[in-house]
């Protein structure tokens, strides 16, 4: 069932571009989506944005704090009443109650088939409301934008929440099957060095997401992956979550094909809090416990909203933890192994770490990496936690899970040199484990080599919010200023 909410303060200018923007349902995906929706809304653009009802769902249940349950962007329009932002939810096909987490499929199905339809009903009622809408704005992993911007006469923008070099990859796909380095027998040159990639200089097949690692490339997610990034190729624009200056090879390759403008960070970098709630579980508060502890003396552990970790490997990673003596701060969430295996630590692991551990369901996580206790983050490597944890300067011990995280580690750890890897090779063993947390933690030389490296890509970071990120934006907005210009003279 639609459910919608005007802003109250809505400014009713017909001159102000109108987009509607689409969240894809997945947590890492809405946050950068809700702060691309302020940042546009802050420079003179209206915004509808669409949510999912179940993330939508979750963001209330977890947010008791917050008293605008029908509205996330309540708070930050009270905050700043000039923002022009209505917010809106959809169903994408699944009862609210549905675990899309064990049943991950049937939730890609859903985001291919239901969703849509639900988004379209959503659309048509805001064009035949709000005449000035020129623009959809969806998730580059949406497989229905381009069809229907065009089916409502709007301009296409995709947004693109990975890196550029993720993007590059599926840009080419054409030249990774040529090469035979994708797909059916690719497994066995898992060591083959791929060199003929525009914009991309040499990586390891190992480098590529994990799903273009798979032999078998009709499974459910890649019927969702391959389709959405033909359609994002039909975009007259992308916007993306990352910084020109971090990935201008791989930027200048995308650039050939289409307008790609770098926005990142999406982040609000003023505070470590934002004005909408957007996380799915409820934040512990850790703030007391790491005031509690010296500068730069705990470990950060999360492995994000989405991923899972097998038993096994968990169990290796807590043992590694436990030996290494260092404080630890440890989000392990209700579903990392499965939805079915609510506490996976090892027994007895939380006694044997009282008071030099902390370890929590959830947590902001923005709220920690900004904390002067904490020295260093033992990550998945997703985009957004990667982005967050160079700009508060806190090197990183890399564990891909799934998805881009692959490629983020081959940045993170090769390309930029500031982190490392939590094992050189699987399986994992606790022994490396421990000597690679002292390595970081403990006054080792590869510590305050990472320390010092990434002080120089954070600055590149805070350049850019104040440079070429934000040229970019003006950019966009004046191209797209020009395209409506020659559409109104074309009518």
């Known amino acids: 069932m639609e459910n919608s909410n005007s802003n109250p303060n809505q400014i009713k200018n017909r001159s102000k571009p109108h987009a509607i923007l ?10 950068p989506s809700v702060q691309l929706a302020i940042k546009l809304a802050s420079n003179n653009f209206s915004i509808t944005f669409i949510n999912a009802e179940n993330i939508h769902h979750q963001i209330t249940l977890s947010n008791t704090t917050n008293h605008s349950h029908d509205d996330i962007f309540a708070e930050a329009r009270r905050n700043s009443p000039s923002l022009d932002i209505d917010y809106m939810t959809v169903s994408d096909g699944l009862p609210v109650g549905f675990d899309r987490s064990l049943n991950h499929d049937q939730w890609v199905g859903a985001t291919i088939h239901c969703f849509p339809a639900h988004v379209e009903v ?35 923008v995709s947004f693109w929440t990975e890196s550029a070099m993720v993007l590059d990859f599926y840009f080419h796909l054409h030249l990774l099957k040529e090469f035979g380095h994708i797909g059916p027998g690719s497994s066995g040159c898992k060591d083959a060095i791929i060199d003929y990639i525009p914009g991309i200089s040499s990586i390891k097949r190992t480098d590529l997401t994990s799903y273009l690692q798979e032999e078998d490339l009709t499974t459910m997610a890649h019927q969702s992956i391959f389709p959405s990034i033909e359609d994002a190729k039909r975009a007259e624009f992308i916007l993306a979550n990352t910084v020109h200056e971090l990935e201008a090879q791989p930027i200048s390759a995308i650039q050939t094909q289409t307008p790609f403008y770098a926005i990142g960070p999406l982040f609000p970098i003023e505070f470590s809090t934002s004005p909408v709630a957007t996380s799915l579980w409820a934040e512990s ?4 416990w790491l005031d509690s502890k010296p500068p730069g003396s705990v470990l950060y552990v999360s492995f994000g909203s989405y991923a899972h970790i097998s038993k096994e490997e968990l169990e290796e990673i807590a043992n590694g933890i436990k030996l290494s ?19 996976p630590l090892p027994i007895g692991f939380r006694d044997e770490v009282n008071g030099r551990g902390m370890i929590v369901t959830w947590t902001n996580q923005k709220a920690v990496l ?19 944890s160079i700009w508060y300067e806190v090197p990183f011990l890399c564990f891909p899970l799934l998805t881009d995280q692959f490629t983020n580690r081959k940045l993170i750890v090769d390309d930029w040199k500031i982190g490392c890897n939590l094992c ?11 000597q690679k947390i002292k390595d970081l933690m403990i006054g080792g030389k590869l510590g305050f080599e990472l320390k010092d490296n990434i002080k120089r890509i954070k600055q590149l970071l805070e350049n850019a919010t104040k440079g070429s990120s934000e040229k970019n934006v003006h950019s966009f907005f004046e191209e797209l200023n020009v395209a409506i210009e020659k559409k109104s003279l074309a009518c």
């Open 22 to 31: 689409v969240a894809h349902p997945l947590q890492g995906h809405l946050i």
């Open 122 to 156: 959503a659309v048509a009622k805001i064009v035949r409301s709000k005449p000035a809408v020129c623009c959809l704005i969806a998730d580059s992993y949406s497989v229905w934008a381009s069809k229907l911007a065009k089916k409502y006469g709007l301009f296409y």
């Open 285 to 288: 508060d850790c703030i007391t």
């Open 325 to 343: 003596g260092v404080n630890f701060l440890w989000v392990v969430r209700p579903d990392m192994v499965s939805s079915d295996d609510s506490d």
């Open 370 to 388: 900004s904390h002067r206790a904490t020295g260093g983050f033992l990550t998945h490597c997703g985009w957004n936690s990667t982005l967050e």
């Open 424 to 434: 050189e090779e699987k399986p994992l063993k606790r022994m490396e484990v421990l």
